[in-house]
Protein backbone atom coordinates (compact mmCIF):
# COMPACT_ATOMS: atom_id res chain seq x y z
CA UNK A 1 0.00 0.00 0.00
CA UNK A 2 1.24 3.26 -1.04
CA UNK A 3 -0.07 6.43 1.59
CA UNK A 4 -1.23 9.17 0.03
CA UNK A 5 1.86 11.73 0.00
CA UNK A 6 3.18 15.04 -1.06
CA UNK A 7 6.97 16.11 -1.45
CA UNK A 8 7.82 20.12 -1.27
CA UNK A 9 10.93 22.15 -0.74
CA UNK A 10 14.37 22.05 -2.04
CA UNK A 11 15.66 18.91 -3.83
CA UNK A 12 18.98 19.25 -2.57
CA UNK A 13 17.54 19.56 1.06
CA UNK A 14 17.89 17.38 4.06
CA UNK A 15 14.31 15.69 4.45
CA UNK A 16 11.78 16.02 7.12
CA UNK A 17 9.14 14.16 7.39
CA UNK A 18 5.90 15.07 9.09
CA UNK A 19 3.34 13.09 10.87
CA UNK A 20 -0.06 14.24 11.74
CA UNK A 21 -2.30 13.81 14.50
CA UNK A 22 -5.38 11.17 14.60
CA UNK A 23 -8.10 12.98 13.12
CA UNK A 24 -6.16 15.00 10.80
CA UNK A 25 -4.28 15.44 7.60
CA UNK A 26 -1.14 16.16 5.90
CA UNK A 27 -2.36 19.60 5.98
CA UNK A 28 -2.35 19.70 9.48
CA UNK A 29 1.57 21.27 8.65
CA UNK A 30 0.58 24.06 6.40
CA UNK A 31 1.43 26.84 9.22
CA UNK A 32 4.65 25.71 9.20
CA UNK A 33 4.92 24.85 5.01
CA UNK A 34 6.74 27.86 4.33
CA UNK A 35 9.64 28.08 6.48
CA UNK A 36 10.33 24.57 6.22
CA UNK A 37 10.26 24.59 2.03
CA UNK A 38 13.26 27.19 2.30
CA UNK A 39 15.56 25.00 3.90
CA UNK A 40 14.58 21.15 3.72
CA UNK A 41 12.74 18.59 1.41
CA UNK A 42 9.74 18.44 3.01
CA UNK A 43 7.46 15.07 3.05
CA UNK A 44 3.91 15.00 4.70
CA UNK A 45 1.75 12.04 4.36
CA UNK A 46 -1.72 10.61 5.25
CA UNK A 47 -1.97 8.15 7.93
CA UNK A 48 -4.10 4.88 6.67
CA UNK A 49 -7.71 5.83 5.98
CA UNK A 50 -7.09 9.44 6.60
CA UNK A 51 -7.32 11.79 4.17
CA UNK A 52 -6.90 10.44 0.70
CA UNK A 53 -4.98 6.93 2.25
CA UNK A 54 -6.87 3.92 1.58
CA UNK A 55 -7.96 1.64 4.61
CA UNK A 56 -6.07 -1.25 5.65
CA UNK A 57 -7.75 -4.36 7.10
CA UNK A 58 -7.28 -6.39 10.66
CA UNK A 59 -6.25 -4.76 14.06
CA UNK A 60 -3.58 -1.48 14.17
CA UNK A 61 -0.57 -0.88 15.90
CA UNK A 62 1.54 2.55 16.10
CA UNK A 63 4.52 0.13 15.46
CA UNK A 64 2.38 -1.18 12.07
CA UNK A 65 1.63 2.72 11.17
CA UNK A 66 5.34 3.28 11.91
CA UNK A 67 6.53 0.43 9.57
CA UNK A 68 4.09 1.71 6.52
CA UNK A 69 6.21 4.84 6.96
CA UNK A 70 9.18 3.51 6.37
CA UNK A 71 7.70 1.21 3.15
CA UNK A 72 7.06 5.21 1.95
CA UNK A 73 10.54 6.18 2.67
CA UNK A 74 12.03 2.73 0.87
CA UNK A 75 9.72 3.40 -1.98
CA UNK A 76 11.20 7.11 -2.65
CA UNK A 77 14.27 6.16 -1.65
CA UNK A 78 14.74 8.45 1.28
CA UNK A 79 17.47 6.66 3.18
CA UNK A 80 17.84 8.86 6.42
CA UNK A 81 15.49 11.65 7.32
CA UNK A 82 14.15 14.19 10.43
CA UNK A 83 10.80 13.34 11.70
CA UNK A 84 8.33 15.95 13.22
CA UNK A 85 5.47 14.01 14.94
CA UNK A 86 2.43 15.84 16.34
CA UNK A 87 0.67 14.00 19.33
CA UNK A 88 -0.06 10.49 17.24
CA UNK A 89 2.24 11.36 14.79
CA UNK A 90 4.74 11.88 17.56
CA UNK A 91 4.14 8.13 18.90
CA UNK A 92 4.68 7.35 15.39
CA UNK A 93 7.92 9.38 15.24
CA UNK A 94 9.15 7.67 18.02
CA UNK A 95 8.73 4.46 16.51
CA UNK A 96 9.98 4.94 13.72
CA UNK A 97 13.36 5.77 15.82
CA UNK A 98 13.18 2.50 17.84
CA UNK A 99 12.36 0.12 14.92
CA UNK A 100 14.98 1.25 12.45
CA UNK A 101 17.59 4.12 14.24
CA UNK A 102 19.54 4.04 11.09
CA UNK A 103 17.07 5.78 9.42
CA UNK A 104 16.46 8.98 11.72
CA UNK A 105 19.00 12.12 11.80
CA UNK A 106 16.40 14.17 14.50
CA UNK A 107 13.57 13.97 16.24
CA UNK A 108 10.85 16.97 17.19
CA UNK A 109 8.41 15.29 19.32
CA UNK A 110 5.02 17.78 20.11
CA UNK A 111 1.89 17.03 21.81
CA UNK A 112 2.93 13.51 22.29
CA UNK A 113 3.23 10.87 24.89
CA UNK A 114 4.89 7.31 25.98
CA UNK A 115 1.61 6.13 27.21
CA UNK A 116 -2.10 7.84 26.18
CA UNK A 117 -4.37 7.89 28.45
CA UNK A 118 -6.48 4.84 29.88
CA UNK A 119 -7.56 1.98 28.06
CA UNK A 120 -11.00 2.47 28.94
CA UNK A 121 -11.27 5.69 27.69
CA UNK A 122 -9.85 4.70 24.15
CA UNK A 123 -12.11 1.93 23.95
CA UNK A 124 -15.43 3.95 24.49
CA UNK A 125 -14.01 6.73 22.16
CA UNK A 126 -13.19 3.69 19.40
CA UNK A 127 -16.79 2.77 20.17
CA UNK A 128 -18.75 5.88 20.04
CA UNK A 129 -17.36 6.72 16.40
CA UNK A 130 -18.39 3.58 14.84
CA UNK A 131 -22.11 3.80 16.50
CA UNK A 132 -22.70 7.29 15.63
CA UNK A 133 -19.65 8.54 13.36
CA UNK A 134 -16.40 11.17 13.93
CA UNK A 135 -18.83 14.29 13.86
CA UNK A 136 -20.41 12.83 17.56
CA UNK A 137 -17.18 14.03 18.91
CA UNK A 138 -15.73 16.26 17.21
CA UNK A 139 -16.97 19.67 19.79
CA UNK A 140 -15.60 17.58 22.47
CA UNK A 141 -11.98 17.31 20.30
CA UNK A 142 -11.83 20.99 19.38
CA UNK A 143 -11.90 21.46 23.24
CA UNK A 144 -9.25 19.31 23.67
CA UNK A 145 -7.47 20.63 20.83
CA UNK A 146 -7.60 24.37 21.22
CA UNK A 147 -8.28 26.70 24.26
CA UNK A 148 -11.38 28.78 25.12
CA UNK A 149 -9.41 31.99 23.83
CA UNK A 150 -8.84 30.31 19.98
CA UNK A 151 -12.12 28.98 19.63
CA UNK A 152 -13.93 32.58 20.54
CA UNK A 153 -11.30 34.30 18.42
CA UNK A 154 -10.35 32.47 15.64
CA UNK A 155 -13.81 30.23 15.02
CA UNK A 156 -12.91 29.77 10.94
CA UNK A 157 -9.46 28.42 11.80
CA UNK A 158 -11.43 25.55 14.54
CA UNK A 159 -14.20 25.61 12.06
CA UNK A 160 -11.86 24.03 9.64
CA UNK A 161 -10.11 21.66 12.08
CA UNK A 162 -13.10 20.50 12.91
CA UNK A 163 -14.28 20.09 9.49
CA UNK A 164 -11.24 17.94 9.21
CA UNK A 165 -11.49 15.77 12.11
CA UNK A 166 -15.41 14.82 11.38
CA UNK A 167 -14.25 13.83 7.83
CA UNK A 168 -11.89 11.34 8.72
CA UNK A 169 -13.33 7.63 8.28
CA UNK A 170 -15.01 6.06 11.40
CA UNK A 171 -13.33 2.90 10.89
CA UNK A 172 -9.86 4.30 10.83
CA UNK A 173 -10.74 6.37 13.92
CA UNK A 174 -11.48 3.85 15.68
CA UNK A 175 -8.52 1.56 15.59
CA UNK A 176 -6.16 4.39 15.62
CA UNK A 177 -8.10 4.52 19.05
CA UNK A 178 -7.67 0.81 19.68
CA UNK A 179 -3.72 1.68 18.81
CA UNK A 180 -3.58 3.80 21.57
CA UNK A 181 -4.76 1.62 23.90
CA UNK A 182 -1.87 -1.18 23.75
CA UNK A 183 1.14 2.30 22.90
CA UNK A 184 3.13 2.40 25.73
CA UNK A 185 7.09 3.17 25.13
CA UNK A 186 7.83 4.32 28.40
CA UNK A 187 10.59 2.20 29.26
CA UNK A 188 11.93 1.88 25.81
CA UNK A 189 12.65 5.37 24.95
CA UNK A 190 16.25 5.01 26.68
CA UNK A 191 17.48 3.40 23.56
CA UNK A 192 16.51 6.52 20.86
CA UNK A 193 19.01 7.33 19.65
CA UNK A 194 18.51 10.63 17.78
CA UNK A 195 18.94 13.80 19.02
CA UNK A 196 15.97 15.22 19.79
CA UNK A 197 13.59 18.17 20.79
CA UNK A 198 10.22 17.60 22.74
CA UNK A 199 7.45 20.13 22.43
CA UNK A 200 4.85 20.86 25.06
CA UNK A 201 1.70 23.07 25.16
CA UNK A 202 0.98 24.29 28.74
CA UNK A 203 -2.84 23.88 28.36
CA UNK A 204 -2.71 20.32 26.74
CA UNK A 205 -5.29 17.98 28.41
CA UNK A 206 -4.58 15.02 26.26
CA UNK A 207 -0.56 15.32 26.54
CA UNK A 208 0.40 17.51 29.62
CA UNK A 209 3.74 19.12 29.92
CA UNK A 210 5.22 16.60 32.83
CA UNK A 211 4.71 13.74 29.25
CA UNK A 212 6.82 15.85 27.60
CA UNK A 213 9.16 15.79 30.73
CA UNK A 214 9.16 12.37 31.07
CA UNK A 215 9.77 11.88 27.50
CA UNK A 216 12.71 14.10 27.46
CA UNK A 217 14.06 12.71 30.55
CA UNK A 218 13.88 9.19 28.97
CA UNK A 219 15.61 10.22 25.76
CA UNK A 220 19.46 10.84 26.40
CA UNK A 221 20.59 14.82 26.19
CA UNK A 222 16.69 15.39 24.91
CA UNK A 223 15.02 18.98 25.53
CA UNK A 224 11.86 20.19 26.00
CA UNK A 225 10.18 23.38 25.04
CA UNK A 226 6.95 24.26 26.88
CA UNK A 227 4.59 26.61 24.87
CA UNK A 228 1.92 28.87 26.53
CA UNK A 229 -1.19 29.58 25.49
CA UNK A 230 -2.02 26.73 23.32
CA UNK A 231 -3.96 22.86 23.63
CA UNK A 232 -3.11 20.11 21.97
CA UNK A 233 -3.05 21.33 18.35
CA UNK A 234 -0.34 23.41 19.32
CA UNK A 235 1.44 24.13 15.46
CA UNK A 236 -1.88 25.69 15.02
CA UNK A 237 -2.41 27.90 17.80
CA UNK A 238 0.77 28.98 17.85
CA UNK A 239 2.23 28.68 14.96
CA UNK A 240 4.99 31.40 14.77
CA UNK A 241 5.99 30.43 18.29
CA UNK A 242 6.44 26.25 17.22
CA UNK A 243 7.45 26.90 13.75
CA UNK A 244 11.01 28.72 15.70
CA UNK A 245 11.16 25.90 17.79
CA UNK A 246 10.71 23.35 15.10
CA UNK A 247 13.25 24.48 13.35
CA UNK A 248 15.55 24.68 16.28
CA UNK A 249 15.44 21.42 16.96
CA UNK A 250 15.96 20.33 12.88
CA UNK A 251 18.87 22.35 13.57
CA UNK A 252 20.40 20.26 16.01
CA UNK A 253 23.08 21.72 17.57
CA UNK A 254 23.28 25.01 19.59
CA UNK A 255 25.26 26.40 17.02
CA UNK A 256 23.13 25.75 13.60
CA UNK A 257 19.98 26.66 15.73
CA UNK A 258 21.81 29.73 15.85
CA UNK A 259 22.72 29.85 12.30
CA UNK A 260 19.62 29.45 11.27
CA UNK A 261 17.76 32.08 13.52
CA UNK A 262 20.45 34.31 12.96
CA UNK A 263 19.82 34.17 8.50
CA UNK A 264 16.01 34.29 9.62
CA UNK A 265 16.16 37.82 11.02
CA UNK A 266 19.32 39.41 9.73
CA UNK A 267 19.27 37.85 6.02
CA UNK A 268 21.42 35.23 4.19
CA UNK A 269 23.39 38.27 2.26
CA UNK A 270 24.45 39.98 6.06
CA UNK A 271 25.17 36.84 7.70
CA UNK A 272 27.57 35.73 4.38
CA UNK A 273 28.95 39.04 4.12
CA UNK A 274 29.66 38.80 8.21
CA UNK A 275 31.19 35.12 7.63
CA UNK A 276 33.42 36.11 4.60
CA UNK A 277 34.99 38.97 6.81
CA UNK A 278 35.63 37.00 9.73
CA UNK A 279 39.74 36.27 10.76
CA UNK A 280 41.31 34.09 12.91
CA UNK A 281 41.03 37.25 15.23
CA UNK A 282 37.70 37.31 14.97
CA UNK A 283 36.52 33.76 14.74
CA UNK A 284 35.94 32.80 18.67
CA UNK A 285 33.46 36.34 18.60
CA UNK A 286 31.61 34.83 15.80
CA UNK A 287 31.01 31.64 17.38
CA UNK A 288 30.22 33.25 20.43
CA UNK A 289 27.20 34.88 18.91
CA UNK A 290 26.31 32.59 17.09
CA UNK A 291 25.60 29.92 19.58
CA UNK A 292 24.51 32.37 22.91
CA UNK A 293 22.90 35.39 21.39
CA UNK A 294 21.05 34.38 18.48
CA UNK A 295 21.08 29.88 19.60
CA UNK A 296 20.61 30.38 23.48
CA UNK A 297 17.98 33.65 23.58
CA UNK A 298 16.95 34.81 19.81
CA UNK A 299 15.79 31.19 19.71
CA UNK A 300 13.88 31.10 22.57
CA UNK A 301 10.24 30.58 21.96
CA UNK A 302 7.99 32.56 24.31
CA UNK A 303 8.65 36.08 22.55
CA UNK A 304 8.37 35.91 18.64
CA UNK A 305 10.89 37.65 16.91
CA UNK A 306 8.73 40.95 16.09
CA UNK A 307 8.56 41.33 20.12
CA UNK A 308 12.57 40.88 20.22
CA UNK A 309 13.26 43.44 18.05
CA UNK A 310 11.09 45.99 19.57
CA UNK A 311 13.30 45.22 23.14
CA UNK A 312 16.34 45.20 20.76
CA UNK A 313 15.63 48.42 19.45
CA UNK A 314 15.08 50.18 22.99
CA UNK A 315 18.11 48.30 24.48
CA UNK A 316 20.48 49.72 21.43
CA UNK A 317 18.68 53.26 21.69
CA UNK A 318 19.17 53.73 25.39
CA UNK A 319 22.79 52.69 24.92
CA UNK A 320 23.96 54.55 22.09
CA UNK A 321 25.28 51.38 20.17
CA UNK A 322 24.56 52.93 16.83
CA UNK A 323 26.33 50.42 14.26
CA UNK A 324 24.06 47.40 16.22
CA UNK A 325 21.30 49.47 15.51
CA UNK A 326 21.54 50.25 12.22
CA UNK A 327 21.58 46.25 11.56
CA UNK A 328 18.38 45.85 13.94
CA UNK A 329 16.42 48.94 12.17
CA UNK A 330 16.73 46.47 9.05
CA UNK A 331 15.89 43.08 11.02
CA UNK A 332 12.82 44.99 12.72
CA UNK A 333 11.92 45.81 9.12
CA UNK A 334 12.38 41.53 8.51
CA UNK A 335 10.85 40.91 11.37
CA UNK A 336 7.26 42.71 10.49
CA UNK A 337 7.42 46.09 12.31
CA UNK A 338 6.44 49.19 10.33
CA UNK A 339 8.07 52.36 9.68
CA UNK A 340 5.47 53.86 12.12
CA UNK A 341 6.11 50.76 14.67
CA UNK A 342 9.90 51.80 14.93
CA UNK A 343 9.09 55.28 14.76
CA UNK A 344 6.71 54.69 18.10
CA UNK A 345 9.53 52.47 19.56
CA UNK A 346 11.97 55.06 19.56
CA UNK A 347 9.52 57.54 20.79
CA UNK A 348 8.41 55.25 23.69
CA UNK A 349 12.28 54.90 24.40
CA UNK A 350 12.99 58.62 24.80
CA UNK A 351 10.57 58.85 28.09
CA UNK A 352 13.12 56.54 29.80
CA UNK A 353 16.70 56.66 28.15
CA UNK A 354 16.29 60.38 26.99
CA UNK A 355 15.74 62.64 24.05
CA UNK A 356 19.27 63.06 22.73
CA UNK A 357 19.55 59.30 22.51
CA UNK A 358 16.29 59.06 20.39
CA UNK A 359 17.20 61.54 18.62
CA UNK A 360 20.16 59.84 17.25
CA UNK A 361 18.24 56.69 16.43
CA UNK A 362 15.53 58.72 14.90
CA UNK A 363 18.46 59.66 12.51
CA UNK A 364 19.84 56.75 11.76
CA UNK A 365 16.71 54.88 11.17
CA UNK A 366 15.55 57.52 9.10
CA UNK A 367 18.43 57.25 6.96
CA UNK A 368 18.74 53.52 6.99
CA UNK A 369 15.11 53.19 6.38
CA UNK A 370 14.96 55.88 3.45
CA UNK A 371 18.35 53.20 1.95
CA UNK A 372 16.38 50.46 2.18
CA UNK A 373 13.12 51.64 1.03
CA UNK A 374 13.50 55.20 -1.28
CA UNK A 375 10.11 55.84 -2.09
Keep these: MTLH ?19 TTHELWEPQLAALTARYRVLRFDHRGHGDSPMVDGPWTVDDLALELLGLLDELDLRRVHVAGISLGGALAIALALAAPERVGRLVLASTSARFGTPEGWHDRARVVREQGVGAIADAGMERWFTRRMRTEQPDVVARYRGMLASTSAEAYARCCEALVVWDVTDRLSSIQAPTLVIAAREDPTSPPEHARLIAARIPDARVVELRGAAHIVNVERPEAFTRALLAGLAGDVYGRGMAVRREVLGDEHVDAAIERTTAHTAGFQDLITRYAWGEVWARPDLDLRSRSVATLAALTSLGREHELEMHVRAARR ?15 AVYAGVPATNRALAIAQRVLAEDDPR
Aim: hydrophobic share 45%; proline share 3%.
Design 335 to 349: NGLTTDEIAEVLLHV
Design 5 to 23: HVLDGRPDGEVVVLASSLG
